[in-house]
T-cell receptor, first 112, second 113 residues
């Protein structure tokens, strides 16, 4: 399985942009890149996913490097509610199911 | 509020008890999942159900017994658990097509005395 590497923690100021990096140097051509986050006392929440092109949705943007060996989740304007653990995952899909293997993630702290 | 509902939110049980965790979704998802999350650790996949059939068992001990009675419900039956089984148990669901996001419930926090 392709693995991901993320910094253990990052800090941001409220209302400033946040760039959360993820390295996935062993990614294969068909691996999608998914991001989830987990707020305190809640289950994980889907944020965004992409394959090759940059993606935007109401929560965040995903910038994917041209060689696909890294990606960056961008929160355009951090709020206190964005304090969470952010997971970068390359799901494994086979005939049996869609499997998420969570790594350690990045704990994002947002300062007022 | 999540679209995946888990009950109960908290459960305390002894090692000889039998209890069940319940998960429900009404999004028409045909894949459902159980994860286990220990404190300060990431979630770990336990089971995957696809069209009400067990498709993946990640070498989970038999004291955990999953059941999918219909496309909206997923149960996890617990029997003779050990103290190290105390954790947050998360349920998720997704559309069957690959690379669709998973929707998680907020979990059942289980404590084994």
């Amino acid at each position: 399985d392709a693995k991901t590497t993320q910094p253990n923690s990052m800090e941001s100021n409220e209302e400033e942009p946040v760039h959360l990096p993820c390295n996935h140097s062993t990614i294969s051509g068909t691996d999608y890149i998914h991001w989830y986050r987990q707020l305190p006392s809640q289950g994980p929440e889907y944020v965004i996913h992409g394959l090759t092109s940059n993606v935007n949705n109401r929560m965040a943007s995903l910038a994917i490097a041209e060689d696909r060996k890294s990606s960056t989740l961008i929160l355009h304007r951090a709020t206190l509610r964005d304090a969470a653990v952010y997971y970068c995952i390359l799901p494994m899909n086979n005939n049996a199911g869609n499997m998420l293997t969570f790594g350690g993630g990045t704990r994002l702290m947002v300062k007022p | 509020d999540t679209e995946v509902t888990q009950t109960p939110k908290h459960l305390v049980m002894g090692m000889t008890n039998k209890k069940s965790l319940k998960c429900e979704q009404h999004m028409g998802h045909r894949a459902m999942y159980w994860y286990k999350q220990k404190a300060k650790k990431p979630p770990e996949l336990m089971f995957v159900y696809s069209y009400e059939k067990l498709s993946i068992n990640e070498s989970v001990p038999s004291r955990f017994s999953p059941e999918c009675p219909n496309s909206s419900l997923l149960n996890l039956h617990l029997h003779a658990l050990q103290p190290e089984d105390s954790a947050l148990y998360l349920c998720a669901s997704s559309l069957w097509t690959g690379n669709q996001p998973q929707h998680f419930g907020d979990g059942t926090r289980l404590s084994i005395l």
